[in-house]
């Protein structure tokens, strides 16, 4: 009986032992995430493209921001499969800013279920070096097949519109049909002409269109195609591109620094357009009469604007919106100029006693410890 008792005590002593082991495992492990400052960075901890046609671009760019009063370098990155690929916008990001690792699936070499791990290092000075692993995850069909993998509309004209076409191949069932059509960005929208059938293979054209109204940048999303297939019904095509401006002004933000009132500092502005432009006139929103600008008066499609800046006597921020008009033309140029007015220098303190003469026959003295 003692003996039972015995066992049944060893028993529950092993058993608690176990549970306090994992307990600190677990807490171990938890804690090292807690420890990790470079994962706190990422705008996300892995990446499930979920499932894409073959051939179809798969690229997301992971967002990464400084959240610390430190510079952080980015060293470098790595994959553990072929399957994957990564790059990095930059190699240092100051308190603040925002850089991305650009990830990439291959699609065309490789099938089915894929996983693996993109590895980034991150350092900071007097603190130390870590390396972050990102899972990821795609799920390749055999089936459907994207030419090219993304529907690309380049760079265009602000107002122009923009059309693109991919061509969508599947082989299989002999009544595949798509059946719907939706865009992420409501500015692109799409459809589909069938263009062959035979047996189990059916092609379709996928023609995409910008609108006019598309503003000014980098777009870019995922015009879905659903389908009959009731397994998988749901076939993505990514698509992107860029809206030119008319006009391009470099730099488009004039970082002045600090500036000492009552002195003059000297600027420049680039201004260019595809086609050959005149200005009117410029303007200043706020502060009159501190910044001089040299009109041009010919006609060019690039202009080079000389400007001087007459510091006001105000210390704190200067922050200037410049409006250029042009002949004719009802939209207006805007850019912006940005700085800090810092107070002038105190002159320095003078010697009292150096500054009263000595009584006649009485040798002058100064001050001093």
């Not at 040299?294 to 499609?301: E, G, N």
Request: net charge positive; proline share 7%; hydrophobic share 40%.
């Amino acid at each position: 009986m003692i003996a039972n008792m015995f066992r049944q005590v060893s028993r529950l002593f092993q058993a608690t032992c176990l549970a306090i082991g994992l307990l600190t495992v677990c807490s171990t492990n938890l804690l090292a995430q807690e420890l990790n400052w470079a994962n706190k960075m990422l705008e996300r901890q892995n990446i499930d493209f979920g499932t894409v046609a073959r051939g179809a671009d798969t690229v997301y760019r992971l967002k990464i921001r400084n959240i610390y009063k430190e510079d952080v370098q980015l060293l470098g990155t790595r994959t553990s499969c072929g399957c994957s690929k990564a790059k990095l916008s930059t190699n240092l990001l100051k308190s603040g800013e925002e850089g991305y690792v650009e990830i990439a699936m291959d699609t065309y070499k490789f099938m089915r279920e894929k996983t693996s791990n993109v590895f980034v290092t991150f350092s900071i000075a007097n603190i130390g070096t870590v390396e972050v692993q990102i899972p990821l995850r795609v799920y390749i069909r055999t089936d459907v097949v994207l030419t090219p993998g993304a529907i690309n509309f380049g760079g265009f004209d602000v107002g122009a519109g923009k059309e693109s076409t991919v061509n969508v191949a599947y082989a299989g069932r002999p009544d595949w049909t798509v059946t719907g059509i939706n865009s992420s960005n409501p500015l692109v929208t799409a459809t589909v002409v069938e263009t062959s059938r035979s047996g189990g293979a059916v092609n379709y054209q996928l023609i995409a269109k910008v609108s006019p109204d598309a503003p000014v940048g980098d777009f870019g999303g995922i015009i879905s195609l659903t389908t009959n297939d009731v397994g998988t019904p749901a076939v993505p095509v990514p698509f992107n591109g860029r809206v030119e401006a008319e006009f391009v002004i470099t730099p488009s933000l004039l970082t002045l620094g600090n500036l000492v009132p009552g002195t003059t500092k000297a600027l420049q502005v680039v201004i260019r357009s595809k086609k050959p432009f005149a200005i009117e006139k410029i303007e200043c929103e706020t502060v009159d009469g501190a910044f001089q600008v040299k009109l041009p008066t010919t006609t060019a499609p690039v202009h080079v604007l000389p400007m001087t800046l007459k510091v006001p006597d105000l210390a704190g921020p200067l922050n200037e919106t410049f409006t250029i008009s042009l002949p004719g033309r009802p939209n207006v140029i805007q850019f912006k100029a940005t700085g800090t007015i810092i107070s002038a220098p105190a002159a320095p303190p003078t010697n009292p006693a150096a500054s009263i003469p000595a009584p006649a026959g009485v040798p002058a003295t100064t001050s001093g410890l």
